[in-house]
């Protein structure tokens, strides 16, 4: 598989649970490379052009104002595979149905605090790393 580059980012709910250092550290004993970071705020429009495709669905609103409600780290990672294996380490969507051992099984609360976002292909990957850094 290539080398590749995805957009990561720790949501509000796992910044101020305190789980930067072992979520970082999990991408690295995969051997993924934090290329960018920064911790900050997201604004409104970059909430909006990250969650693009599921505005108008019911938990849209409720989306956009969470992952604005508080500080996140925004990451580029790259490495083999990086976009699947990104995926693979965060676990299902939904805290409840996430496998033990995945970042979401293991610290997420329910489905806005999933804990972590990451892109779901390198085409996702591009545009989200140009939201957030450029
Ligand atoms: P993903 O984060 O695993 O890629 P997506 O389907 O892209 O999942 O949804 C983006 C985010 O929107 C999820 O991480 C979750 O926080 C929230 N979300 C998705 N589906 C629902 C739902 O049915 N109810 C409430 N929140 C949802
Ligand atoms: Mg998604």
Redesign the pocket.
Known sequence: MAIQKTYSMIKPDGVRNGHIGEIINRFERAGLTVERMELGMVTPEQARAN?A??EGKP?YD??IAYITSGPVVKMVISGEGAVAKCRSL?GA?NPAEAAPGTIRGDFGLN??E?VI??S?SPESAEREINIFFN
């Open positions: 969650y495709e599921h938990f409720g989306l965060m969507t489905m806005d999933n976002h990451g779901d």
